[in-house]
């Protein structure tokens, strides 16, 4: 089981993970899921600051460069479209909210570099991104020394919200665990007693590789292989 990359890619091994699905409810999609998460994180700030007049700033972590900006993108226009609806109605309890964004380049150490400048020189309240699971963790760590809210958008390792979770990193998306839970039920259903799960080598494609492997073997005792 592979995760799809942009068509083109030259980086098949390191593409961005699956979009998620356009709507969570009926008639909600992603991108405002997001404002509204947000929107929450930066209430909890604007009450805790006593209705302090500066703004509340949002540290953007992602992928801004190359296919993945297909996804990425996407989810920054959908945030200020949401944002901008926010700030004309005053902003959250007198606070506007601000945003800064940083390319990570699709790699964990300038991920994590540029998490670190937005958290100690831009000054930050919280955290957003990424479409890489391994950036994603490699931030989560930092948010979780520094105590800084971590809103994932697109990043579906079940490591980061499941064996590495804590208290300040958020998940807007199913992960890899749920999906191998889904995909072991519907082969659990077919007659073949072998199958042969391929991942990308990258911590997404060794996630899904793995959940679906291990929730298809604990479901049916045949030969299995990875």
């Excluded at 506007?96 to 790699?107: P, V």
């Excluded at 930050?124 to 950036?135: F, H, P, Q, W």
């Amino acid at each position: 089981l592979r995760p799809r990359t942009p068509e083109g890619s030259s980086c098949d091994r390191s593409g961005p993970e699956p979009p998620a699905r356009l709507f969570h409810k009926e008639g909600e999609p992603v991108k405002k899921c997001l404002g509204v998460l947000v929107g929450a994180a930066a209430l909890m700030f604007a009450a805790s600051a006593g209705f302090a007049a500066d703004a509340i700033k949002v540290g953007f972590v992602d992928t801004y460069t190359g296919p993945a900006t297909a996804y990425t993108n996407d989810v920054l226009d959908g945030f200020k479209l949401e944002i901008g609806k926010i700030n004309a109605k005053g902003g959250v309890l007198g606070r506007k909210i601000e945003f800064i964004t940083r390319d990570d380049k699709y790699k964990p150490d300038v991920g994590l570099t540029m998490a670190k400048e937005l958290i100690l020189k831009e000054n930050v309240d919280l955290l957003v991104g990424t479409i890489s699971s391994a950036v994603a963790l490699a931030v989560s760590d930092l948010a979780k020394k520094e105590k800084v809210p971590f809103i994932v958008t697109y990043a579906k390792s079940d490591k980061i919200t499941g064996e590495k979770g804590h208290r300040y990193v958020f998940s807007m998306n199913e992960n890899s665990e749920m999906a191998g839970r889904a995909a072991a039920k519907e082969l659990a259903k077919k007659p073949y007693t072998k199958y042969w799960i391929a991942g990308d080598d990258y911590e997404y494609g060794h996630s899904i590789a793995n959940a679906v492997f291990q929730r298809t073997s604990a479901r049916n005792s045949s030969d299995w292989g990875i």
